[in-house]
């Protein structure tokens, strides 16, 4: 079994930024490509970004391009989203995904199914 847990989340003014955090345990030697989704209130969980093992491909949803920043450092088993230039319709719930099947990085790595691991959320919250 793989752990994740996200922390950072709070609130910020529109213009602000915000470092989500997403700390794995358990079988972490599984962990390969890792993902944010995001899900506000009455809506579907949409995907935000992912990252590949190495760190060397990411993806981002167009909305955050040029934003939002994913990142990881395995030897923390830590997987990194910066949020900058926020604007209220970034209000969510943020989650961490992670694939532990070795699937290779693809387009494919934007869907839900891709994953096999959740963690449970962190709110974000951005005033106008």
């Known amino acids: 079994q793989t752990q994740l847990v996200e922390s950072g989340g709070g609130l910020v003014q529109a213009g602000g930024s915000l470092r989500l955090s997403c700390a794995a345990s358990g079988r972490t030697f599984s962990i390969n490509n890792m993902g944010w989704f995001r899900q506000a209130p009455g809506e579907e969980r949409e995907f935000v970004a992912a990252?590949?093992?190495?760190?060397?491909?990411?993806y981002y949803e167009e909305s955050v391009k040029g934003r939002f920043t994913i990142s990881r450092d395995n030897a923390k088993n830590t997987v990194y989203l910066q949020l900058n230039s926020l604007k209220p319709e970034d209000t969510a719930v943020y989650y961490c995904a992670a694939d532990v099947r070795g699937r290779a990085f693809s387009l494919a790595v934007n869907q839900r199914t891709f994953y096999d691991y959740w963690g449970q959320g962190t709110q974000v919250t951005v005033s106008s």
């Open positions: 990252i590949s093992f190495s760190g060397s491909s990411t």
